[in-house]
């Protein structure tokens, strides 16, 4: 037992309560994480840690790396890989967990329920020709960019941890390997429901559509039609989330139907990044050849997976597989109306509007291309509508911005608010301070490269945050220098 090898792992408050487990054998497999031969622990996320009840104090550094990297378990773990499949660019494929355990999952003080997942743990049945493991740099940028997007105000797993292996891992070329704690409401995603749907057993189709609402919807527990009522919610919280992302210039970059989860977070930050300059084209991944996840196109992708979960869900919907279509198909088709509402109802919000009138599509989409043909940044655009002395600045000077300046100021008018309501508004819209691309990467080269921390721990502090006017936070604001863009990020499997 290893609570007995070192007896203080009992401290940590860990509350396990593995109901994943319990589901059919066909959906997961049991496994530990593969030990590591030098765990040496990179970062540790003590806000994280304290809301999770979880206070590691009692452990020295050495023992919680072997924790962390999966050599020692904590007592209660139960650790599985879990079985999925997805749609990947579009193609249906098998997964799994190939490089992940989930260890347990986590009652926190409150009693909310946390999946605790090793990222980057080993081989599993699911890993295919992949070695299991990840590299120093993608864990750690997966780290900083989870927690910027819930500083930021948007559903997301998070990051408790990432421990170096002391291993080599080898992509194009050989770098430092590590271990990931991802902390998620569950890893429950459309690719699961695709793979249950596969085998074709409706009987365990149910039970995950159960067990998908007792753990993320109980209040729908009750309903005539569960896999119907899943599919709207499901299709409501995506909404939410893409419209968020599209708030802060958020490009996921690998929107597969494994990668969209059930509880609406967002997971599996790979070749993600944040738009600087707008374009709605932007792509940032290295394998995104045709621009499928493109910054624009979340929104058509995410209906796109909806409608790859409602097929999985139809068995259950309806005896009659032509009832059932039209069912599914009312929901799927409702998801661009709902979204195109709720992203108006957003950008109104970054303008400071209030109400709603005809002329604000009009003003916001106008205010959009301006931004696209002069090439400005997005974040900092919006950021300069609060500013006072804003026709000042250059950028500002010409009539198209004039005009669209006049329309805009009438249109506040309408808002029959105070004008502090309005700027309130915006600034608790737009954020001063986003992990940009070309900053990101410095960090992590110096993390990775160099063994320096330091300059990942000063982004991470100004990330903290991202709504609130702070000295230290203006070196992160500026959009990189020709010199310093970054096109392309990669996934870095
Ligand atoms: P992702 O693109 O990160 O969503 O991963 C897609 C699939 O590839 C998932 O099933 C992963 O578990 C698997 N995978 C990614 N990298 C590796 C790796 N290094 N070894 C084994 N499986 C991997
Ligand atoms: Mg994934």
Redesign the pocket.
Known sequence: MISEIVPEISKIGWRFDNSYARLPKMMMTRLEPVPVQIPKLVILNHELSKELGLDFSALNDEHVALMFAGNLLPQGSESIAQA?A?H?FGHFTM??????IVIGEHLTPDNKRVDIQFK?SG??P?????????ALGPMLREYIISEAMHKLGISTTRSLAVVKTGEY?MREKSLPGAVLTRVAASHIRVGTFQYVAMSGDVKILRELVNYSINRHYPNLQDTKNPALALLKVVMEKQAELIVNWMRVGFIHG?M?T??MTISGETI?Y?PCAFMDTYNPETVFSSIDYQGRYAYINQSIIAQWNLFRFAETLLPLIHDKKNIAIKLAEEIINSFSEIYKKRWLEMMRKKIGLFREENEDETLITTLLSWMQKNKTDYTNTFCSLIKKDLLKDKLFEGTTFLNWYKQWQTRITKNKKPLESSLNLMRNTNPLIIPRNHKVEEVLHAASNKGDLMPMYNLLEVLQKPYEERSEIIAYQYPPTPSEQVYQTF?G?
Not at 126 to 134: I, K, L, N
């Open positions: 999925y997805g990947q997964l799994g967990d190939g490089r992940a980057g081989r599993t699911y890993s295919r020709e992949g070695d299991g493991r990840a891992v690998v597969n494994d990668n599996d790979g996934c499997t």
